[in-house]
């Protein structure tokens, strides 16, 4: 059964990067038809699409994100990674990442689900 | 504030049939992008309920069933149970090239 995990630091200064790490396990991250995606929600607020990554290292951003974030995609450990620069108290958010089913016609549903972490920017 | 609109909550009492909406625009469900929903409980991963607009993943019970129309879609969820307590959410894409939420609704089972 697939599953992913995210991991990472919980606490990040204002100004600086957050880095998270998803690891996949029970499937290949090499598939042709998925993109693996983080989505975040801030406390008390709805979901947040962030980006996503296709195995061969395509990727495609939130334009409202875009200038910030970094999704790169380890495919001999099996993990994909956001990096998200000058973070501010508006980044804090529960973090997840997800597969995404994607073909030709484009983007479709999120089918698997990490649990979350939460991340706090907070000096 | 969130892309697709849905009511911030709705409730029913156990074995009742309540429906959830997710209003769009022309540029995202109204531009003929599928409509996707999910069910989401705290400290739990979400569960994709509905994709495709009415497909259900296996395992999936036949209880909820999804629909779409013009720019809206609505999530139904027919003979109630407690544990269907959860706030759910709608998701597509927009020809602004972004995945795009609903807020979400807090579904009470009376």
């Known amino acids: 059964q697939l599953q992913l995990q995210e991991s990472g630091p919980g606490l990040v200064k204002p100004s600086e990067t957050l880095s998270l790490t998803c690891t996949v396990s029970?499937?290949?991250?090499?598939?042709?038809?998925?993109?693996w995606g983080w989505v975040r929600q801030p406390p008390g607020k709805g979901l947040e699409w962030i980006g996503g990554?296709?195995?061969?290292?395509?990727?495609h951003y939130n334009p409202s994100l875009k200038s910030r974030v970094t999704i790169s995609v380890d495919t001999s450990h099996n993990q994909f990674s956001l990096k998200l620069t000058s973070v501010t108290a508006a980044d804090t958010a529960l973090y997840s990442c997800a597969r995404h089913y994607y073909d030709a016609g484009g983007f479709y549903e999120f089918d698997t689900w990490g649990q979350g972490t939460l991340v706090t920017v907070s000096s | 504030q969130s892309v697709l609109t849905q009511p911030p909550s709705v409730s029913g009492a156990p074995g009742q049939r309540v429906t959830i909406s997710c209003t769009g625009s022309s540029s995202n469900i109204g531009a003929r992008y599928d409509v996707h929903w999910y069910q989401h409980l705290p400290g739990t991963a979400p569960r994709l309920l509905i994709y495709?607009?009415?497909r259900r993943p296996s395992g999936v019970p036949a209880r909820f069933s999804g629909s779409k129309s013009g720019t809206s879609a609505s999530l139904a969820i027919t003979g109630l149970q407690a544990d269907d307590e959860a706030v759910y959410y709608c998701?597509?894409?927009?020809?602004?090239?972004?995945?795009?939420f609903g807020g979400g609704t807090k579904l009470t089972v009376l």
């Open positions: 998701q597509s894409y927009d020809n602004s090239l972004a995945v795009v």
């Open positions: 495709g607009n009415n």
């Open positions: 029970g499937g290949s991250i090499s598939t042709n038809n998925h993109y």
């Open positions: 990554i296709f195995y061969s290292g395509n990727t």
